[in-house]
């Protein structure tokens, strides 16, 4: 039997006519599936049986069987069903063609536990070491093949220009000519040297370059937004990267959810094919990303020929799979989609699975390729060291005042919440979409958090470690180490609109160090540069951490000298904390800006002024698919991780409301109660935007604080008119109080997008 991973097979010209015979005697229902993309979550391997798709995928919440925690073992175990189900015989001599499966591994095969998380790419954009992420791409596809999967939805090659956008982590720089070298070396890394012999061969993985094209060039960093300017002075900064990962054999492109002057680039011909195909030479596939194509005007997610017309060759459809694909095939019926782009599309698909040696007679399904159920293979000993190699080589230190490195025999303090959180430390797409603290560090088994990483160096070097969240300590230490930075978050929920950073724990910690006495050092961890001058200010050493991931060892590495500290900025680093673009206008630190452990030149105290400090907090309680912190969700007497799981009779899952799941779909079971519940007085009236398509069956019971009321009328009433806001007032409910709760003796199924405290006008009635 011939593995896949074992290269291409075949010259080109005996694989056009493989491709042209397969072709010719392929029904073109299952040519159509060949081009639609559903997730794991919402299809089975009947379906695939049934309509024999070309691709599938998991979304960041998505996992083998309903558990996005499921072991590797299970990935595995699904993908040979999926294979299976692909090649299963057709009647009448049909060809089954292989399916493949493509997977979201962004900063390691980060879905799945056990796998080494390397840092995200602006950390690896401060390492300027295009070779370190050719080890680091050729470690994650050997760590995919442990799971039998075929493609990886990476490089990111975004040109990130405004740092406010929340995926500004997913991009190596602002500058061109770095995304382009290193996003390059991750493809050539994930699939092998484009004439070598291993190429797609084992330990190698389709790669993707993404997204095509101006993702990180949005208006105001707002993601999936409009682009706008001289479309050939965009092209010179967005378009740029994309030449190199073509060059280095990249397999797959995805188009990008934004707009370019106002118009989809899922919808874009002249831009899809004219400069993507026409004028950079691309030969190979263009897969959609999530729904994207739904945005096109004139377009839902179930039907939209207007993509597949533009240059798509793949739809993205997590959910609506069915309906897209009878939409399609009538469109093929009717003469409004031609055969001959069918084709065309059909072979793009055909020509990758080639190359990765699917079309093989003899290609063995995924337990059976190379690698494949070496489980130890995942978080291994060698992958795990070139990440820490990565952590040290990315750590760029901003201020020094001569604490660093380190001495031998250093009593250290290490305080912070982030200290000894690898989830922290690890950012989006790790385990979940948006990752979060919610994860402890035993989801994480052989990782090693910072606190972990500076206890260990602190005793090599002779001397002691404490750990103390809170900085309290009843020795004073030499050295207290400081560990804070963003919560996890994943392309919109990162999206904001300062450059200030608002949590003061980190900045509280530094201040009362100071008035003790003790020596800092402040280890921020974030997806971006942030305005930091009181933080900066208030330490006597600031190091730009990034996402460092698994590895925190790697920080140990350079705060104790064993790392010359060579991170160097790829990124502006802010003066202001509004929020303009910098791009090197005005920049506190310009790219290329980092200190050696030898340069203690002091820093001139910066300007700590900042309107945008004294804005009043958010009352928003639940948005785009996150808790507010602060806020709990329960089912019975268990919580609900942002607003996600099942328990107590409710089960929460993902949906789709304006953006990737940024509302949630809630299953109530008979006598099931979902509270959510804010820590501290509360303020406000509540806003809820919901959707209930049906009427409730049983009696739905909303109380707030010690208030009950039946809304059953009211939600019989808004039952089936889409999108509503609920508003409810001390009118219909006083003394509100600080707890939310819904509660339904009949099944029900209610969907919220949004629960917020605002105080209405006096008077304001509750509505439904």
Not at 101 to 123: L, Q, S
Request: with cysteine; charged share 20%.
């Amino acid at each position: 039997m011939t593995a896949v991973g074992t290269g291409p097979t075949v010259t080109p010209a005996h694989g056009e006519e493989q491709i042209a015979n397969l072709l010719a005697a392929m029904s073109f229902e299952r040519k159509v599936a060949q081009l639609i993309q559903p997730q794991i979550n919402s299809f089975t391997a009947e379906d695939m049986r049934r309509y024999r798709f070309g691709s599938y995928l998991n979304g960041g919440n998505g996992g083998p069987y309903g558990d996005e925690f499921a072991p590797a073992s299970e990935w595995l175990k699904l993908a040979d069903e999926m294979w299976d189900a692909s090649t299963a015989p057709l009647p009448k001599g049909e060809p089954a063609i292989p399916t493949m499966w493509g997977t979201d591994a962004v900063h390691g095969h980060t879905n799945v536990k056990r796998a080494t998380i390397f840092p995200h790419n602006i950390a690896l954009g401060a390492t300027r070491d295009p070779d370190l992420v050719r080890r680091i791409g050729a470690a994650t596809a050997t760590e995919i093949e442990v799971t039998g999967i075929d493609w990886n939805f990476s490089p990111t090659v975004a040109v990130a220009r405004d740092d406010r956008w929340g995926r500004t982590y997913e991009s190596y720089s602002e500058q061109p000519g770095l995304v382009a070298e290193l996003g390059a070396a991750l493809v050539e890394g994930l699939q092998g040297q484009r004439d070598a012999q291993d190429y797609l061969g084992k330990g190698r993985v389709i790669a993707t370059a993404k997204h095509f094209f101006g993702d990180g060039g949005t208006d105001q960093g707002v993601d999936q937004g409009d682009v706008n300017g001289d479309l050939e002075e965009l092209k010179a900064i967005h378009v740029a990267p994309y030449p190199a990962t073509i060059s280095a054999g990249v397999e797959t492109i995805m188009a990008s959810f934004n707009s370019i002057n106002g118009t989809k680039m899922h919808g874009r011909k002249d831009l899809l094919t004219g400069v993507l195909r026409e004028e950079l030479g691309f030969e190979g596939l263009v897969v959609g990303d999530w729904n994207a194509h739904g945005q096109i005007k004139g377009c839902t997610t179930s039907n939209c020929p207007q993509a597949l017309l533009a240059g798509l060759d793949i739809y993205m459809v997590p959910d609506d799979w069915k309906a897209l694909h009878a939409s399609l095939v009538a469109q093929v019926k009717n003469g409004s989609i031609p055969m001959a782009r069918i084709d065309e599309a059909v072979a793009r698909v055909l020509r990758v699975k080639q190359n990765a040696g699917m079309l093989d007679p003899n290609a063995a399904k995924p337990s059976a390729r190379p690698n494949a159920g070496d489980y130890d293979l995942l978080g291994s000993a060698e992958h795990r060291a070139i990440a820490r190699e990565a952590v040290a080589k990315s750590q760029v230190i901003l201020k020094n005042d001569g604490v660093l490195p380190i001495k031998d025999g250093a009593s250290i303090l290490v305080a912070g919440k982030a200290a000894d959180s690898i989830a922290q430390a690890a950012g989006g797409w790790t385990l979940t979409w948006q990752g979060g603290n919610e994860l402890t560090n035993d989801y994480f088994p052989g990782a090693t958090s910072i606190w972990a990483g500076l206890s260990q160096a602190a005793e090599e070097a002779g001397g002691s470690a404490t750990l103390s969240e809170d900085g309290s300590f009843s020795a004073k230490p030499d050295i207290a180490i400081v560990v804070f930075g963003e919560q996890p978050y994943a392309e919109f929920v990162g999206d904001q609109k300062t450059m200030v950073f608002p949590d003061e724990e980190g900045l509280g910690l530094l201040k009362k160090f100071d008035a003790e006495g003790v020596p800092t050092v402040a280890l921020f961890l974030s997806g971006r540069p942030l305005w930091m001058n009181r933080e900066i200010n208030a330490a006597d050493a600031f190091v730009a951490s990034w996402l460092p991931g698994s590895e925190g060892a790697g920080i140990a590495d350079v705060l104790y000298g064993k790392n010359n500290a060579s991170g160097r900025l790829s990124f502006s680093w802010p003066a202001d904390c509004g929020g303009a673009p910098v791009n090197g206008e005005g920049a506190l630190f310009a790219v290329g800006y980092g200190r050696s452990l030898t340069d203690k030149s002091p820093l001139a105290k910066l300007d700590e002024n900042c309107g945008y400090l004294s804005e009043s907090k958010s009352a928003m309680w639940y948005d785009l698919g996150r808790l507010t912190p602060g806020i709990s969700a329960t089912a019975g007497e268990t919580q609900l991780a942002n607003l996600r799981g099942e328990a107590g009779g409710i089960a929460a899952r993902g949906f789709d409301y304006q953006r990737q799941e940024d509302a949630r779909e809630i299953t109530f079971g008979p006598n099931a109660k979902l509270t959510l519940s804010q820590a501290g007085a509360g303020t406000g009236d509540y806003l809820v935007l919901y959707n209930l398509e049906d009427q409730p069956a049983g009696t739905v019971t909303l109380t707030l604080g010690e208030t009950a009321i039946d809304i059953t009328p009211q939600l019989r009433l808004s039952a089936g008119k889409g999108w509503r806001e609920m508003v409810i007032t001390e009118n219909c409910a006083p003394g509100l109080g600080e707890s939310f709760s819904i509660s339904s003796d009949a099944p029900m199924q209610m969907k919220i997008a949004r629960i917020k405290r605002q105080s209405m006008p006096e008077g304001a009635q509750c509505s439904f």
